[in-house]
């Protein structure tokens, strides 16, 4: 078995080892979804490496790189491992590997997201240097179960238009928290026409926006300004984000733990709370 990059291996042949990885997970992985999901994190497949036995892709981490906070980042945006060769400390050798790549590539720090209930992963990847940077919570509903959406906007006209996602930069003090690296606004701009930007404007003045995914149910950012809360601005963009989604269910993810405001409004739609992430950095 050897470690090598992926820089000259087609995206199909990626996918059908991310297939075998996840083949156990409830959740099934449609390629173009997978493709779409790269392209927004940034992978990069020059800085990516699998392990290849007799040819096969046999375990895999694919790298995002990016800035992040400042930071030239390299971001773990998935790594797998068929379960026949699981147990073998396989993805810590081909992370061990990466590191002189990353560096010679400039690469500052490495970011990764981690269930908080997978006690092993996370040992691991402290042994490794990680430190925890925060905990993000994760949320998904049935659009049929989504519930108070019927309260109506005050204190002046609202209109719900779409935006551009240069206009979401530089709203982004909207927002009480930063966003992670799959909702900022680098990635969002990688998608491109994939997502919707909806602004809400209260006599011309953009005083809250929404970012979706109308192919996953994705919303990625949500916020209002500070001064126009507690208007019912929030919950008519959500109710035209839903209006606006090809799938039966939403998820917000990656919500800060500290934010207790987002997580009320959600959680007073009937958004449930799905799980918790570790938000982890290794400088390097």
Known sequence: MDI???KDIDFDTVFHAFEQAFADYEIRFEKEEVRAMLKRRGYTPELSF?????GDIVAFT???TGIYR???????TGTGTL???RGKGIAKEIFQHSIPYLKDAG??????EVIHDNEKAVSVYRKLGFDTTRELDCFRQSIDQITNMRHEATGGDIEIARMDIEDVATASGFCDFSSSWQNGVESLTRAGDDLICLGAYMSGRLVGYCVLDPLTGDISQIAVDRD???????????????GLMRTDRIKVLNVSSADEAMKAFL????IAPAGKQFEMILPI
Do not use: P
């Open 107 to 112: 690469i500052g720090q490495y970011l990764l």
């Open 267 to 270: 959680i007073g739609k009937n």
């Open 4 to 6: 090598r990059s992926l």
């Open 62 to 64: 694919l790298n995002g």
């Open 70 to 76: 400042g930071v030239r980042t390299a971001y773990d």
């Open 83 to 85: 379960e026949a060769y």
């Open 228 to 242: 126009y809360r507690r208007k019912g601005i929030a919950t008519m963009l959500l109710g035209e984000a839903i």
């Open 50 to 54: 699998a392990m290849f036995d007799n």
